[in-house]
């Protein structure tokens, strides 16, 4: 492998797990200045709309793909849906309760959650590898949400949020169950392109094309694994900018929550 083009894979890597991060930053940022996660999402799409659109225009005349079936348009109708529209609200809604440490560690929980919704519907077996990081991942939630409990003393605006958030977690999950069948007939640059005009934020397009390009030049294993500076990221930005307390449940929560998502992806 090129050393120049894993060195710029990994800056890429890393830049797309510190930029994902911020996300949450930036929206308790925004909160206090009295908008509210409806109009916070609505700059979000109009921000992003022309960027996708551009991306969907670009691909239709390199490739000049076969036009869309019905069953294409519903099918990535509801990937935006589910995947960009309904994880951002439940997020942004879940992050007026919780603080952005805690929201990114149950997020981070998604891919145990494709793991059981993919055994669920899809038939696939849960293997005890699979239990185990299941296991990892929840204790280390359960430790963040008794250190919010501890610091916030507000049990309704602490679990409203989980649920919430963990709400946005599932959706995300079910999106990237059919992004993977929609992607193989359809190819990326068009799903992306067109279910993600439903709605989503600039920063997160950054996200995506920083990854992409990492994976296009290091691999998805390298790029899974810097992945997990996430939750790591987030806490400290939390700490740093938001003045959020870091205790030691919140530590080792993050540090279940990372190892089972690093269990689950582990392959044998």
């Known amino acids: 492998?090129?050393?120049?083009?894993?060195?710029?894979?990994?800056?890429?890597?890393?830049?797309?797990?510190?930029?994902?991060?911020?996300?949450?930053?930036?929206?308790?940022?925004?909160?206090?200045?009295?908008?509210?996660?409806?109009?916070?999402?609505?700059?979000?799409?109009?921000?992003?709309?022309?960027?996708?659109?551009?991306?969907?225009?670009?691909?239709?005349?390199?490739?000049?793909?076969?036009?869309l079936s019905r069953r294409d348009i519903l099918m990535m109708l509801g990937l935006?849906?589910?995947?960009?529209?309904?994880?951002?609200?439940?997020?942004?809604?879940?992050?007026?309760?919780?603080?952005?440490?805690?929201?990114?560690?149950?997020?981070?929980?998604?891919?145990?959650?494709?793991?059981?919704?993919?055994?669920?519907?899809?038939?696939?077996?849960?293997?005890?590898?699979?239990?185990?990081?299941?296991?990892?991942?929840?204790?280390?939630?359960?430790?963040?949400?008794?250190?919010?409990?501890?610091?916030?003393?507000?049990?309704?605006?602490?679990?409203l949020g989980g649920v919430l958030v963990f709400g946005s977690a599932v959706s995300y999950a079910l999106y990237l169950m059919g992004n993977g069948q929609a992607v193989g007939r359809l190819g990326a640059a068009r799903v992306t392109a067109w279910a993600s005009t439903a709605a989503c934020l600039l920063c997160l397009a950054h996200f995506a094309l920083m990854v992409s390009e990492a994976i296009r030049r290091m691999g998805a294993g390298p790029v899974s694994l810097i992945g997990t500076l996430g939750p790591v990221v987030t806490l400290f930005l939390g700490w740093l900018i938001l003045d959020e307390s870091i205790g030691l449940y919140q530590i080792l929560g993050g540090g279940l929550v990372v190892a089972g998502v690093l269990l689950v992806g582990k392959r044998g």
């Open 80 to 159: 935006g849906t589910t995947g960009y529209y309904l994880a951002s609200y439940l997020d942004f809604l879940g992050l007026q309760y919780i603080s952005a440490a805690l929201e990114r560690l149950i997020l981070f929980a998604y891919p145990t959650l494709v793991v059981v919704l993919s055994a669920l519907f899809l038939g696939k077996k849960i293997t005890r590898r699979a239990f185990g990081s299941i296991a990892l991942c929840y204790a280390g939630i359960a430790l963040a949400v008794a250190h919010d409990l501890h610091v916030a003393g507000d049990m309704h605006d602490v679990v």
């Open 1 to 67: 492998m090129n050393p120049a083009g894993y060195r710029l894979g990994l800056l890429f890597a890393v830049l797309g797990a510190v930029g994902f991060s911020f996300k949450a930053i930036l929206i308790k940022l925004a909160y206090p200045y009295g908008v509210d996660a409806v109009t916070l999402l609505a700059l979000r799409m109009g921000f992003s709309l022309p960027f996708f659109l551009a991306l969907g225009w670009h691909d239709q005349r390199t490739r000049k793909p076969d036009p």
